[in-house]
């Protein structure tokens, strides 16, 4: 989720979410999960509401998101939502007469950054996740480190190319000599290139 506040990208304002409740890919299940998870805690916290909450998606997101707000009773927030292929907007309450903007319209313009950061913004943190969970896999591999101890080196140090700078001696300063020597040897027997 990323906000766009006076004319900016607030980024101190963004925020990741990991889909909890919903088994499998189902897009409009996951839009419902996260759009009632955010605007729960925004009830919670007596946050204001946004002048606009836009999805990035078609109809279907964006009715899965008004029930969610729904659900929460929250009713009369304005919601649009941007179908990408076509870059054509859908007016929560007015899906029946979608907005086509000018392809130079400044407003389409706005709409389209907003989107694009929500999407870099999602893209890092799908990478990260990843790129943490391959790192734990292959640390699992090696001979007496545990997922405690491969959280502890992601947590220190925050990825392969990271750890396979680093001396035992280095290493040993966050796990024991022993486990340090075996990841030393662990990556000097692996080409990560």
Do not use: C
């Not at 009773?73 to 007015?94: D, F, H, S, T, V």
């Amino acid at each position: 989720m990323v906000v766009w506040e006076n004319g900016a990208m607030k980024k101190s304002d963004y925020r990741k979410f990991i889909i909890k409740t919903v088994e499998g890919v189902d897009d409009f299940a996951s839009m419902r999960e996260v759009v009632a998870r955010r605007y729960k805690r925004v009830q919670a916290e007596n946050q204001p509401m946004p002048s606009l909450i836009l999805i990035d998606g078609g109809i279907g997101q964006l009715h899965a998101a008004a029930a969610a707000l729904e659900d929460l009773g929250l009713i009369n927030q304005p919601m649009a939502a941007i179908a990408k292929k076509e870059e054509i907007l859908y007016a929560l309450g007015r899906e029946d007469e979608p907005v086509a903007l000018d392809h130079h319209s400044p407003a389409l313009h706005l709409v389209q950054q907003i989107r694009d950061e929500a999407h870099r913004f999602a893209v890092g943190f799908h990478r990260s996740r990843r790129s943490a969970s391959s790192l734990t896999t292959e640390l699992l591999k090696i001979p007496g480190v545990g997922e405690k101890t491969a959280r502890k080196l992601l947590n220190q140090f925050g990825s392969v190319a990271a750890l396979q700078r680093l001396s035992a001696e280095e290493l040993s300063q966050v796990v024991r000599p022993t486990e340090a020597k075996a990841i030393r040897e662990h990556f000097e027997s692996v080409d990560y290139r």
